[in-house]
C-alpha cells in the first residue's frame, strides 16, 4: 500500500457539488500499477447519471461565481497553487504509482501544472473590454469579455494532472465552472487535485470530477448536454473529431489538444551534442508518451552516421524501471495494448528495411516495458513515419537537402511539434517559416511552458493553451452599443 504524507489525498469517488460520490448500481472499477499490473485502487465507476448531476451542480454554482470579482477568484487560485507546491511528493508519488513515470518527471510535472494556476490566476484580472471609436457622434460602443459558460473537459492519462491544470486554471479565472473527465486509467491524480481545490476555497460545484470506465456515454453526455457551452479535450484525434463532431449539435465552443507526428530536423551545421541532448528528452521522456514527442528524427546526411553513433551509445545506457526507483530512466507504458502497438510499428519497420541500432523489443521486465530503441534507415512508407509512436522508439530517417526535410517534416496530417537544429540563422528563418506546425523548437526540445502557447494546426487541433491567449478560449466577447449618449 502507498504510504502518502497526507494519505487525505487519496480519494476514490467522484467529486460532484463538493462531495464525494459513487453511481448506484455501478460498482467500482480497477487502477492498475503499469509497472507491474497489480491493482492499486478501485474508483468509483460513475457514468452518464452522474455527468448530468455535475453538469446540473456546475450550471447552479456558476451563476455565483462568475459575478465575483477577478481577483477573489484569483485569491483561491493562488490558495490552490501554493496546495498543490506543499503537497508536491504525495502528488508526484500517486502519478508514478498509477501512470507509471519516474518520479522526477512526476515532480516536474505537479510544478508544471502548478505553473498554470499560479499563470491564469494573474491572467483572470486581465481580461480586458475595448472602447470602440464609434462609427456615429452619439454612440458608444464596448466590448465586455464574459465567461463561456459551463465547461467540460476530457483529458488524457500521459500527463494525469498538467492536462487538467491547464484547462481548469484559466475556465475558472475567467468565471466558469467545469465538469472534468479524467481518463480511467489515471483518477487519483485528478481526485487529489480536486480535494485540494476544495481546501483552497473553492465553492462547491465549481470543479467537478466524474471518473469512470464508459468513455463514450460520459462524452456523449458531455458533448450534447445544452448547459455545457464549451468542450475541451487532449487525446487522440480519433476521439476529438468524434467529439467536434458530437458538439456540432448544440454548437459548443470546442478546444482540442490532438496527436503530433513531430519532425526533429538535425541539420548538417548542428552542434551534434546539443542535438542528441535534445533527442534524448524529446522522445523519452515519459517513455516516449507525450504528444510533442520526436516521432521522426530527419538527420541530413553529412552527420547522419556521427549522429546514429552518438544517440545509440546514449540510448543503450537508459535505465529501465520501477518509476518509484531512483535509478530509473524510463518508466513501462501505460497497458498492454499500447506495448502492442508500439511492438507492431518497430516489427513493421525492421520487416521494411529499417536496422534496431538499440532495443528493438519488449523488455524482458514484463509488465509495461519496451526497450529503449533507435532505428535506422527509416522511410517515409513505413508505419513507424506516418503513426504517433508514444514509445521510446526513435525512428532515424536520412535526408540530403533542407528542400527534401521540409517537405518530409510536413507530409503529416499533424501539425504539433516540431523542432530544428541547426546553427545557421538564415536557416533557422527560412524553416521555422516553412514548418506547418503550432510550434517549432530551434536547438531546443523543452518547449512547454505555461507563459507560452502551446496548441496545434491541421489535424493536431483548435485553440490555445497556456499564456495570455489561454484564457480566450472560455471568454466570450460581449459588444455593447449604446446610442443617446
Ligand atoms: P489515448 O489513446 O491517449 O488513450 P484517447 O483519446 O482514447 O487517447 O483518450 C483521451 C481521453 O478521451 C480519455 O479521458 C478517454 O477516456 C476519453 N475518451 C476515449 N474515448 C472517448 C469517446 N468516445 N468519447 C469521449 N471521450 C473518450
Not at 500499477?33 to 455535475?54: C, F, K, L, M, Y
Not at 500521459?158 to 491544470?165: E, G, H, L, R, V
Not at 528493438?360 to 521486465?365: C, P
Not at 527509416?378 to 509512436?389: A, G, L, N, Q, S
Request: glycine letters at 8%.
Amino acid at each position: 500500500m502507498l504510504q502518502l504524507n497526507d494519505p487525505s489525498l487519496l480519494r476514490t469517488k467522484a467529486f460532484v457539488a463538493g462531495r464525494w460520490v459513487d453511481e448506484p448500481g455501478r460498482g467500482e472499477f480497477p487502477v492498475f500499477n503499469p509497472a507491474d499490473e497489480t491493482v492499486i485502487a478501485s474508483v468509483s465507476d460513475t457514468g452518464r447519471q452522474t455527468v448530468r448531476v455535475a453538469i446540473e451542480a456546475a450550471t447552479v454554482a456558476m451563476a455565483e461565481w462568475k459575478l465575483r470579482t477577478a481577483k477573489d477568484r484569483a485569491n483561491i487560485l493562488r490558495n490552490w497553487f501554493d496546495l498543490i507546491l506543499t503537497n508536491t511528493e504525495d502528488l508526484a508519488l500517486l502519478m508514478t504509482w498509477e501512470q507509471g513515470k519516474p518520479l522526477a518527471e512526476s515532480r516536474a510535472e505537479i510544478r508544471y501544472a502548478a505553473s498554470f494556476v499560479e499563470w491564469f490566476a494573474e491572467e483572470g484580472k486581465r481580461a480586458y473590454g475595448d472602447v470602440i471609436p464609434a462609427h456615429a457622434t452619439d454612440l458608444r460602443l464596448l466590448t465586455v469579455k464574459q465567461p463561456v459558460g459551463v465547461v467540460a473537459a476530457i483529458t488524457p492519462w500521459n500527463f494525469p494532472s498538467a492536462m487538467i491544470t491547464r484547462k481548469a486554471a484559466p475556465a475558472l479565472a475567467a468565471g466558469c465552472a467545469l465538469v472534468i473527465k479524467p481518463a480511467a486509467e489515471t483518477p487519483l491524480s485528478a481526485l487529489a487535485l480536486a480535494e485540494l481545490a476544495h481546501r483552497a476555497g473553492l465553492p462547491d460545484g465549481i470543479l467537478n470530477i466524474v471518473v469512470g470506465t464508459d468513455a463514450i456515454g460520459m462524452g456523449e453526455e458531455l458533448s450534447s448536454h445544452p448547459q455545457v457551452r464549451k468542450l475541451t479535450f487532449t487525446g487522440s484525434t480519433r476521439v476529438g473529431k468524434l467529439l467536434m463532431a458530437q458538439c456540432a449539435g448544440t454548437v459548443k465552443k470546442t478546444s482540442m489538444e490532438l496527436g503530433g507526428n513531430a519532425p526533429f530536423i538535425v541539420f548538417d551545421d548542428a552542434d551534434l551534442p546539443t542535438a542528441v541532448a535534445g533527442v534524448m528528452a524529446s522522445k523519452f521522456r515519459n517513455a516516449g508518451q507525450t504528444c510533442i514527442s520526436a516521432n521522426r528524427i530527419l538527420v541530413q546526411e553529412g552527420i547522419y552516421s556521427d549522429f546514429l553513433q552518438e544517440l545509440t551509445r546514449v540510448v543503450k545506457k537508459l535505465k529501465l524501471g520501477d518509476g518509484r526507483d531512483p535509478e530509473t530512466d524510463i518508466g513501462p507504458l501505460i497497458t498492454g495494448a499500447a506495448l502492442d502497438n508500439v511492438d507492431s510499428l518497430v516489427r513493421n519497420a525492421l520487416d521494411c528495411g529499417a536496422r534496431a541500432m538499440a532495443g528493438g523489443q519488449v523488455s524482458i521486465l514484463g509488465g509495461g516495458f519496451y526497450e529503449p530503441t533507435v532505428l535506422a534507415d527509416v522511410t517515409p512508407d513505413m508505419k513507424v513515419f506516418r503513426e504517433e509512436i508514444f514509445g521510446p522508439v526513435a525512428p532515424v530517417v536520412q535526408f540530403s537537402s533542407e528542400a527534401e526535410a521540409i517537405a518530409l517534416a510536413n507530409d503529416t496530417s499533424a501539425g504539433l511539434a516540431s523542432y530544428i537544429y541547426t546553427q545557421n540563422i538564415s536557416r533557422i528563418l527560412r524553416t521555422t517559416e516553412a514548418l506547418d506546425f503550432g510550434m517549432v523548437g530551434v536547438n531546443e526540445s523543452m518547449i512547454s511552458t505555461e507563459v507560452a502557447p502551446f496548441g496545434g494546426v491541421k489535424e493536431s487541433g483548435v485553440g490555445r493553451e497556456g499564456s495570455r491567449y489561454g484564457i480566450d478560449d472560455y471568454l466570450e466577447i460581449k459588444y455593447v452599443c449604446i446610442r443617446g449618449i
